[in-house]
């Protein structure tokens, strides 16, 4: 079976052609949003590239950033006119295939479950460390989703109380630490403190760039990145204790600095474990990286037809 998936984005979208038994993506396009353009030209040209690509699909599946309940988006936090749009509806308009909608911290757990690290199991916790920090959990199985649909928000658990302030307006979020996001920005907070850090001979200063530091043995970026993993090693141990995953995988571009982040953090996750857990699930990084977003946006139809 062929499913197109569209990763769906505030700046680019890419829709792929999947082959849904080997998980190769066949053929695939990347296009700017251009969100200004809003919602009905927008799905008109993320539709043409759906049409273009489509060769015997059988459905469509869309990451899309957001709350998303039943195919419409409720509200994206980069698409600032998209209040209760209809995108699934729109794009089976517009496709003739039946097409299904989830958030994309949602499709890349069902992702991961279909095609990567989660293959074979039940339970397990996904994060995405990008521009925010995105969860989501399968439990028993089934994506969890809460009384509204809009659960599993696992960036804004608290873990520092009096932390740095998050977008959600509390303060001490897993994402206000951990995302790309607010390491850049901790690292421009302490520059007259560590003037000579590596990380201000670079000349765009990205996570990548503090965690290469790190690596090095650079003050600051050693600072930002141990920050970083305690404030993870909580909130998995946390997520642990609630919900005896698996497996907890971790993508986004800050889990490309690989064992430098994962090693350290495997051990401070044991250090906040109770007993009984220790042991009982693995923590990993996603495997699918640059395909992460359209094999998950695919899983979320095949998700929805496997019902
Ligand atoms: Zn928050």
Redesign the pocket.
């Known amino acids: 079976m062929r499913i197109v998936g569209v990763d769906f984005g505030g700046t680019t979208f890419t829709v792929g052609l999947v082959d849904a038994e080997s998980g190769e993506i066949l053929r695939e396009e990347q296009h700017e949003t251009r969100a200004w353009e809003g919602f009905e030209k927008i799905t008109s040209r993320v539709a043409e590239v759906v049409n273009f690509i489509k060769e015997d699909a059988e459905a469509v599946g869309i990451g899309s950033p957001g709350s998303i309940l039943n195919g419409v988006v409720k509200f994206s936090p980069n698409l600032p006119d998209w209040r209760d749009v209809p995108l699934a509806d729109r794009v089976r308009e517009l496709t003739d295939l039946p097409t299904f909608v989830e958030n994309d911290a949602n499709a890349f757990v069902l992702g991961e479950k279909w095609f990567g690290a989660g293959k074979g199991y039940d339970h397990i916790v996904a994060l995405t460390l990008g521009t925010g920090v995105g969860g989501g959990v399968i439990t028993h199985g089934i994506l969890l989703k809460g009384y509204l649909g809009i659960g599993a928000e696992l ?2 658990v608290i873990v520092e109380p009096n932390g740095p302030k ?3 307006g ?1 303060y001490g ?1 897993l ?2 630490i951990a995302s790309a996001t607010a390491m850049v920005r901790m690292a421009k907070e302490l520059k007259d403190e560590f003037p000579n850090s590596e990380i201000f001979k670079s000349n765009e200063i990205s996570a990548r760039v503090i965690m290469d530091a790190a690596r090095d043995g650079d003050e600051l970026g050693r600072k930002i990145r141990d920050r970083a993993i305690d404030a993870l090693a909580r909130a998995i141990a946390g997520f642990a204790h609630i919900f005896n995953p698996q497996i907890v995988i971790l993508g986004g571009g800050v889990s490309r600095a690989g064992d430098v982040l994962l090693k350290p953090l495997r051990k401070k996750v044991k250090g906040y474990l109770m007993p009984s857990f220790i042991n009982t699930f693995e923590v990993v990084i996603s495997p699918l990286l640059d395909k992460a977003g359209v094999l998950g946006a695919a899983s979320v139809a095949l998700e929805n037809l496997r019902r």
């Open positions: 960036g804004h998050c977008g959600c509390n979020c994402e206000a």
